[in-house]
């Protein structure tokens, strides 16, 4: 368990250093609409070279610590990502906006209110590998939601903001990565039994072109809006999905007891809560020039002059 706990820890740092060197250099990247060549502009960016050497060693360390753990000890675990990603916020600055009090809380919230959902669900029990209907049915029903997510978050047409097209494709991500996480449970039955087994099973080859497609997703959303509108998706829907379809797959047992139901609802209230006390968060609206954030976080230098000249005013008024 140790070890488990261990690998988890890591691979967290792993995915949330990817997150973030992916938006850095997703930012300046313009996208029109959904662009399948995003992925080779992108390549030339070291920055985004990086995060995506560091997405692969949390695949690693994620598929490891699956080897010595249960599903639902390493993805609350992996949970944990919300928090660095937070703390990298809170070192380099989310650009023009500091990572508040109030953003750490609601991070850390949705981060220990996952956590204590799936450690209360406590999926057990189950199957190694599932049957190829409910394979079937899971990627049809996947990749329903990716298209749905990929049609809003298409360019300007919706109308929504970048913020709302970034939660929107980042929650499409973070469904995505839970149906990769499946398929790496599955993978991870034949670790065991040499490559031969491993190149001969389907997994592998599935593995690769759903960690390829939701990749390409992932950074559609980190070329939308700001990085704190679509990592809580990331965060939040990965292990939930992934745990939802080790009960549908694998044929896990979550614990129904009225206390456990209770408690899993009161876990799930506080995500939501935390979620929707970060989409106020200036570090999303700051990056909209939504107005009602403090003004003098976003104005220029003349207009911060302006905003002092104002208050000095004011406070010779009230004197």
């Not at 047409?157 to 929107?168: D, K, L, M, N, Q």
Request: proline residues 3%; contains cysteine; hydrophobic residues 55%.
């Amino acid at each position: 368990m140790g070890t488990a706990i261990l690998l988890g820890v890591l691979a967290s740092i792993c995915t949330a250093t990817a997150s973030v060197c992916q938006r850095i250099g997703a930012r300046n990247t313009e996208t029109a609409g959904f662009d399948a060549w995003l992925l080779l502009r992108l390549a030339r960016q070291p920055v985004w070279l990086l995060g995506v050497a560091s997405m692969i060693g949390g695949f690693v360390l994620q598929l490891s610590a699956l080897r010595y753990g249960a599903l639902a000890l390493v993805q609350p675990i992996l949970a944990l990502e919300m928090l660095f990603v937070f703390g990298y916020l809170a070192v380099a600055g989310a650009g023009r906006v500091k990572v508040r009090r109030r953003d750490w809380l609601a991070a850390a919230a949705m981060s220990v209110g996952i956590g204590v959902f799936l450690r209360l669900a406590s999926p057990s029990g189950g199957r190694l590998h599932a049957p190829g209907s409910a394979w079937l049915l899971a990627g049809l029903v996947t990749s329903g939601v990716v298209l749905a997510a990929v049609a809003f978050g298409s360019g300007n047409r919706s109308g929504a903001s970048p913020s709302r097209r970034a939660a929107v494709l980042g929650a499409a991500t973070g469904i995505s990565w839970g149906f990769v996480a499946a398929v790496i449970k599955e993978l991870s039955s034949h670790l065991g039994e040499g490559l031969g087994a491993i190149f001969s099973s389907w997994s592998v080859y599935v593995l690769l072109a759903a960690g390829a497609a939701a990749m390409l997703l992932a950074s559609h959303a980190l070329a939308a809006g700001p990085l704190a509108a679509s990592q809580p998706g990331f965060t939040i829907l990965d292990p939930l999905s992934a745990g939802l379809l080790g009960v549908c797959l694998f044929g896990e047992h979550i614990r129904t007891g009225v206390f456990d139901l209770a408690g899993e609802a009161l876990a799930l209230a506080v995500v939501f809560a935390g979620a929707s006390a970060l989409s106020h968060s200036c570090l999303i609206l700051g990056e909209d020039g939504n107005p009602s954030c403090r003004p003098d976080e976003f104005a220029a230098p003349a207009q911060r002059k302006q905003l002092g000249a104002a208050e000095d005013e004011s406070t010779r008024r009230l004197a």
